[in-house]
Each structure stands twice: as C-alpha cells, then as structure tokens.
C-alpha cells in the first residue's frame, strides 16, 4: 500500500540537527471588505505603501484583494509573530475596512464592481494590470477574488547531500520526488483542513451539482471539503493536459514553456484586443506567464531582477516549494495556525523520505480523482481513494497509515527541538479520521449553514478580528519597519516610472 521507509527513519534520527535549518514563508490572500460586509470599492489603501514596490504588503488579482507575504524564517514562532504584525499594521492604517476570513466571497453581488489591481504608469506595472485583465477575462473576476494560504518550504541543502536512499542526487530531483508525493498524497491536506465546502450561486456555470441551499442562498455540499481547489474554484489548464509530470526538471520547463508559446483556440477567441484596440491580454497562447497554471504544488526559486521563474529555475535549480492548497482557516485571525504549520513540516518532510515513482500521463486520472473525490465528498463515511490503477483503500485508512509514519518523524524533530509540539499536533489531527466532524469544514458547515447565519457570521468573524488587530497594533514589534516599508516603497514606485525609456509596445515585445 505504501512503502516502508524505516531506513529513511533512521537516516533522519541520525541527521536530524540538518533540521533546524527548515525556512517557511506564508503568503496570505485576503479580500478588504466594508463593515457592511460589501466588497471595498477603494483603491489600495496609500498609507500602507505602494502595492508594485512593497516587500510585504501588496495585492494580488484587485484592488480590495490584499496579500501579505513574510519573509523566510526557519523560527515557526516568528514566522507567525510577522505575518499577525502585517495584520495588525494594515487594520490601524485603514480602521475603516475589515478583511474578509474565508476563502470564498459569499458576500459578492450581481452589482458588485471588481476592480483589476493596479500598479502605478510604469511599463512593469501596466505588465502585471494587464496580465490580470487577461484572467478577468479567461475565467471571470469573481473566481479570481478566491483567496488562500501559500505555504513555502525549503529543506537545507545537506538534507539533499546526505540521504541516499532515494537515490536523490540533488535538491531538483528531490523536490520533484517530493512534488511528486505530493500529488499522489496531498489530497490528505483538503480532508484535514478544507475550510471552503460551501460556495456562492454566482460561481456556477453550466455545472450539475446536486448542492443544498440555506436560506442565504449559500450552496454546500454535505461531506465537501474545499470546493475552492475543485473545478468550480480557481483552476486553469489542467496539468494532465500540459503533459507536466514532475518526473526531471528540463520536461517541466519545456512544457510549460511550450504552453506559454502555444496558441489557445478558445483564447484567441476572445481576442488579443478589445472593442476599443485596447490589450486585454499579454498574448492569446494557453497560458499568459508561467503564473497562470494553478497546481496544488509548485516548484519555486527567487528571481533575480529581469529573470523569469522558468529561467531561473534552469539556471540555479529548484530552491523551494509553494504549497498552494490551503483554504484560509476561518478559525484563525492570521488564517492559519501553527498546528497546520507543524503538521505541513511533517507531511512535506514524508513526501521527501518516500520514494516518488516517475508518473505517467495516465495516472493522473488516478491522481486527480482522488483530488475530486476529497474535494467534493472527502468526508462521506468509507470514502475510497485509489493507489494505484488497480485498487483503492478507505481514505481514512490511508491518512491514518501515513500517521504512523509522521508520529516518528515528529519524535525526531521534537528531540531535536527540544519540544513536544510535533506529536502534539500529531495526536490531534489523527482523531480527523476516525471523527471528521472535527475537520475545519465539517465545523464550517456546523457553525456557518446549519445554523443559516453565513454572511451575519463571517462579518461578526471579520469585526472580531479586526478588533484584536487595532489592539495588538500597540504592541506591534515590527511598526518602525512597516513605516520605513511604505515609505521607501512610494519611492521605489516613482524611481522606477521615471525611468521609463521604453514604450509599453517595446517593454511587452522585450
């Protein structure tokens, strides 16, 4: 079923001080929302920096969709104290607005206005606009305003170095074999902490869902888990249909490059232009940039100035990966917790020790059924999943068995750390499968439709937070370093649109 990996156990115990050095960074979507609950009709709040230059605080498809991104850290403790202090900067710079604490917008109106981000008159700034004009317009504004938690991780180099026992020669074979794992196994991600089983009307299109409705016109299906990772959330060009199989690094950048260049039928469609001449997309190819392609995992390495991400990771490698999955926890002001956080280290950690077969363009069937299934139905009693093409298990014996492995990988890092955490969060989300009313969307469903208060709920929720961050702004550790931010950002922003040389027609063609 799966394999045993007690030499890759031992190989751990005996390496373990290579893990302290795991960095994590968190990337936090959140749409600004009026204290009646509306979507923010404001532009991106000035006070808190310039949204094309800023570090920290930027936007990601409109203008009330903020995203908070911290830096790397291996400190879990820290990682969480920056991203909260983010929080709590932007709500005592813009009292006037609350953030909206789930992942799907139930709040959206037939008049509701969804403003494209914008970035400033220079060339890069019109670039980034003009990419989100092009999603607007492949896929609908409302889908793209779905907001998440990226998590980022990287294991040290000598995690690479020393093991062997996968025969892992580098650290872009073993990400890939990590990738790869996590496509096969991730789905354990949604059925533990799925938070978005509910959507709004205004997402379907020519679906047949057999959903339910509360009295808000809220739709749910019973067992989901994340509808906001299904089809009907923010997905693109499917994987299987690009060919990218995450076996070696040159076929994922031919691949995908190869989509970039490629024209799309449908796309050209609907034309390079507008009515008025005006672009509306980067180019009419299957996808505008290498962004569009949404993936439960990607692998990722830092840009240097004027270097693609495909380039990038040709040149120096895979260097970490973005786990993109994860609903925002509405049980969380920060949208995530450490729990999640430290059962994610040990999950990724797993899908590093375990031998990742390479894996043909026929088991994605396999693979994305099982994504399907958990999304739509994870939580329906004896819920099977397949392994391989030939059989299929009980998914809650699936995660209970993969349990027993992280239960000893956690004993290993809670040694080394000098802590008990691991295990702790180990003991607790194992009861998910044997009682799933625990997981994050069978308590969504609990406290947010059976009890027909959804929109009342979320913005009592966003007022709550919105509180706890106006208070914890005074003991806010990062202030000066958030005022010096958005200061030097503004100037970034001006720096860069006077030194334009080139025209929009050149930069693009560039």
Known sequence: MIEDISREITWLEKNSSILKNIYRGIERETLRIKKNGDFSNTQHPYKIGSSLTHQWITTDFSENLLEFVTPKTNNINYLLH????????VAHKNPEEFMWPFSIPYNYKKSTNIQIAKYGTSNY????????????????DLKNTISGIHYNFSLPKNFWKKTKTNQIDNASSGYLNLIRNYYRFGWIIPYLFGASPAISKHFLRNKNYEFQRNKEGILYLPWSTSLRISDIGHTSTSIEKLNITFNDLESYIKCLKEAMHTPSKKFSNLGLTDKFGELQQLNTNILQLENELYTQIRPKTKTQRGESLLDALKNRGIEYVEIRSLDINPFSSIGINKNQILLLDLFLIWCSLVNAPKIKKADFYFITENWKKTAFEGRKPNQKIYIDANKNYKLTQIGKRIFQDLKKIAIILDRQLITSEYQEACDKKILFFEHPELTYSAKFLELFIKNKKTKKIALNLA????HKFMHQYFYNSHNKIFENETINSHKKQIQIENNESLSLKDYLNK
Do not use: E, V
Request: zero cysteines; aromatic letters at 22%.
């Open 82 to 89: 920056f991203l909260t202090d983010l929080h709590s900067f």
């Open 125 to 140: 700034g019109a670039f980034k606009t003009l990419y989100r004009k092009g999603l607007k317009i492949r896929y609908g």
């Open 463 to 466: 007022h709550k937070y919105h």
